[in-house]
């Protein structure tokens, strides 16, 4: 039996010749097989050691390629200096062989005889015309990045796609894509490198291959992370995992594993760090990618740091510090320095602290985001040490980085998250100057992250010039209440035509937890004022009360929040004094963005006659998206305030998007959608307008919006969460309201929640109403709200007049 046994064995092997079962191992390579590869790579290896030199050579060529694609460097490296047979050198064989020591070279950071082995492999390719000359460019491009050669990279890797692109090799295509997505990232090139990271995903998913796509999921996510967009982040690190784990590229799951350690940082999510942070460090502890291992060690320090543990981090940075001063890290170098001078600082060890910034921003190749924080970490030192001068210039140059740094991004998806990652160091230069008593200026650096939004080339921080908050409290004759909130403190600026004054508020997590309280109690079945709700009357004693003596009777309020207190509408805070009440009955409220917009936004008067563009009665797009019964009385109600010849509808079948487009909306003093509205978490700006179907196409996306200057006096999303659902630092709620003042709105009237199809049309009457009769859209508004509020039927209930609120721009 034995002896059968080895005779079938032995003819299975001649049975497949060895230049078909090397093609085969190949291409579960090109499939991301590599587990399977691995292992037909180790028998055909087993098979012809000792029976053909010239076979076991290539198979052994072969198996270091599959284990540098894993991550075993070393293990690679032995394999591929093994000497070949005299009859292969000068062969394809050898330029495999010298590309692949040149690649494990270059993952052990050895980049000096990576060179050496990689020009080898070109010359011997380019004298036999080989079949390796695209894998040869594509290597020579990830030399060059690690080298921080982005010109010659860029060559390279366009080399290596054009070759890829002429020999039909799609895998070797998309790699080249991903690559040059990461030189476009060294070289701060976000929407660049988005475009190309996006473009390699959707060729990766086409063909169906998991190691190509995990890390074009992976190099995206890079992308999201880097603007501030953690949400996306955390989605795209997280798929990019799985994936890479599927396809047997542990090196690659240690690795986003690492990323997605990053994003829980950068969101104060420690717990989930913690976790995640320990599971990639296990796992980059038995791989040889050094820089993997300290970008774990770091993000571990920076975690103890974010937790008050100095002797934990100190530990995990001495530890990366070991391996980087080694030489076997090169990457990691200026993350270790800023982790080190910010555990000197904790330990008010200045001058140590002082020498790490100080070494980090002499760095030429240092990230700007490093920079940033350098700066602003050296600030912080020099206000320790009572130096508040330097602490201000350091402070400045920070802040003028970051905004340099905004407004470089063309792209409206990544400006808008892009403060995220920066917005603590806006706010410890808030602290610091508040500390000084120096409320002014404070007030103008909370302010200037957010006036970004609508002046995005403002790139300087210097002190205060002709800033007057009061004038434009006597500009929009309003009381102006300016919220900041922050992880420790939080401040309200009152703002009124004469005075400035500063009030402490509780820290950002307190105020945001009880919003969230209160918003749900809207939906639900009792009046919140009528059941005594404690969070509406805790949130106007702690956010309104302390300051109300400062605010006029039935006077115009201007509020411009910050994070949570975005998704609150200060209209229905309970005031308790005489009797529970709404504050809605006490002033007129409007929502803001920014002081700088308050002060540089048009002035109008109200238009007479105004134009009308009426967008409603929408065609069922979807089952999501079913008719709405009482859009038509709406419309029906809205006309009778506009002359036909002052109007223009588009209703039913002709309410499409590009109808919409095409019909001039520049032209319209007033636009109102009476419509389906959707909000997307995500995609912010893919929030959309549901309008009619027209082939594929049913949505006015908020990106379409920002596209199409407009100069409408009002405009009216009657939908749904037409203010959108995801606040980001610096700009507030993004969505369809946030899209058409950037189009050039000057106040919008949008929805925080869900609203109510059966209440809204006569809210909207009472509004239009007022219009016509010469009341400024804010009191209109509160006219209308107010007509339900003191009604005796369920429309009392904040649930039907609420969610709408006024943003505006002047």
Same mark, same amino acid.
């Given at each position: ?574 005031? #308790?004094? $005489? ?7 006490? +002033? @007129?409220?409007?929502? =803001? !963005? /920014? %002081?700088?917009? &308050? *002060? ?62 095409? #019909?001039? $909306? ?7 959608? +009476? @419509?389906?509205?959707? =909000? !997307? /978490? %995500?995609?912010? &700006? *893919? ?124």
């Amino acid at each position: 039996m034995v002896v059968c046994c080895a005779f079938v064995l032995g003819a299975c092997v001649s049975f497949t010749s060895p230049d078909k079962k090397l093609a085969h191992i190949r291409e579960e390579m090109r499939a991301g097989q590599l587990d399977v590869a691995l292992r037909d790579g180790n028998a055909a290896l087993a098979a012809y050691q000792s029976t053909n030199p010239e076979w076991a050579a290539r198979f052994r060529v072969v198996k270091a390629r599959i284990l540098m694609i894993r991550g075993s460097y070393s293990d690679s490296l032995r394999l591929a200096l093994e000497p070949l047979p005299p009859s292969l050198r000068h062969t394809e064989t050898e330029v495999e062989q010298k590309m692949a020591q040149g690649l494990d070279y270059d993952y052990l950071q050895q980049f000096d005889l990576s060179d050496q082995a990689l020009s080898q492999a070109e010359s011997l390719a380019a004298a036999i015309n080989s079949s390796f000359l695209g894998s040869l460019a594509q290597s020579r491009g990830i030399l060059e990045v690690d080298r921080r050669n982005y010109a010659k990279a860029d060559l390279a890797f366009h080399a290596a796609a054009a070759y890829a692109r002429d020999h039909h090799q799609p895998r070797a295509e998309i790699d080249a894509l991903g690559d040059l997505g990461n030189v476009s990232m060294w070289q701060e090139h976000y929407d660049e490198a988005a475009d190309r990271f996006k473009a390699a995903l959707e060729k990766s998913r086409a063909l169906g291959v998991l190691d190509t796509e995990s890390r074009s999921l992976g190099n995206l996510g890079w992308s999201y992370l880097t603007v501030g967009d953690f949400d996306n982040a955390e989605l795209s690190f997280k798929d990019a995992q799985v994936k890479a784990g599927r396809a047997g590229l542990v090196e690659d799951q240690t690795y986003w594993l690492v990323a997605l350690t990053e994003v829980y940082l950068q969101q104060g999510r420690y717990l989930d760090a913690d976790s995640t942070g320990k599971q990639a460090l296990a796992l980059a502890e038995q791989h040889d990618d050094k820089n993997t291992l300290t970008t774990c060690l770091n993000n571990l320090t920076q975690l103890s740091l974010a937790t008050g543990r100095l002797d934990d981090a100190e530990k995990y940075n001495r530890r990366a510090l070991e391996i980087e001063n080694a030489g076997l890290d090169q990457f990691g170098i200026v993350y270790s320095q800023l982790f080190a001078g910010r555990i000197a600082l904790g330990k008010q060890d200045f001058p140590s602290a002082e020498s790490a910034f100080r070494r980090l921003l002499a760095d030429p190749l240092a990230a700007t985001p490093l920079k940033w924080e350098a700066h602003a970490r050296l600030a912080q030192l020099f206000a320790a040490e009572k130096r508040p001068d330097d602490a201000q210039r350091e402070f400045d140059v920070a802040i003028r980085t970051v905004q340099q740094a905004r407004s470089a991004i063309e792209s409206n998806d990544f400006r808008v998250s892009f403060l995220s990652s920066a917005i603590e160091f806006y706010d410890a230069y808030v602290n610091f100057l508040i500390a000084r008593h120096r409320d002014l200026e404070a007030l103008r650096i909370a302010d200037l992250c957010r006036a970004l939004s609508f002046a995005p080339d403002t790139s300087t921080a210097s002190a205060p010039k002709n800033f007057s908050p009061q004038a434009i409290a006597r500009r929009t004759n309003a009381t102006l209440l300016f919220y900041w909130l922050g992880r420790q403190n939080s401040w309200l600026w009152v703002i009124s035509p004469k005075n400035v004054s500063l009030r402490s508020l509780p820290a950002a997590g307190e105020l945001s937890t009880l919003v969230t309280s209160y918003r749900d109690s809207f939906t639900g079945p009792q009046d919140p004022r009528e059941a005594g709700n404690p969070d509406g009357k805790t949130l106007y004693s702690t956010l309104i009360q302390p300051i109300a003596q400062l605010i006029p009777a039935n006077s115009r309020v201007i509020i411009l929040p910050d994070g949570g207190l975005h998704s609150l509408n200060f209209e229905t805070l309970i005031v #308790s004094d $005489p009797q529970p009440h709404y504050w809605i009955e006490d +002033a @007129t409220l409007i929502t =803001a !963005s /920014s %002081l700088s917009q &308050l *002060e540089h936004g048009a002035t109008k008067p109200p238009p007479t006659p105004g134009t009308l563009l009426l967008i409603g009665e929408a065609l069922p797009a979807s089952p999501d998206f079913p008719p709405l019964p009482q859009a038509g009385k709406e419309v029906g109600l809205l006309e009778k305030y506009f002359d036909p010849s002052h109007r223009l509808e588009l209703l039913g079948g002709a309410a499409t998007p590009q109808a919409f487009l095409r #019909s001039s $909306p520049e032209k319209f003093s007033y636009l109102h959608f +009476a @419509t389906h509205g959707t =909000a !997307s /978490s %995500l995609l912010p &700006l *893919e929030s959309a307008v549901i309008l009619s179907p027209q082939g594929d196409s049913y949505k006015l996306y908020a990106r379409d919006v920002v596209r199409h200057p407009l100069n409408a006096y009002l405009v009216t999303i009657s939908a749904c969460n037409g203010a959108g659902v995801k606040t980001y630092a610096g700009e507030g709620l993004v969505g369809l309201s946030w899209a058409f003042l950037h189009a050039g709105a000057d106040n919008v009237i949008a929805g925080l929640w869900e609203v109510s199809n059966a209440s809204t049309p006569q809210l909207m009457d009472q509004l239009y109403k007022g219009l016509t009769a010469g009341q400024d859209p804010a009191t209109a508004l509160r006219n209308a709200k107010l007509s339900l509020l003191h009604s005796t039927g369920n429309y009392r209930k904040p649930f039907y007049w609420a969610p709408f609120l006024l943003y505006s721009a002047s």
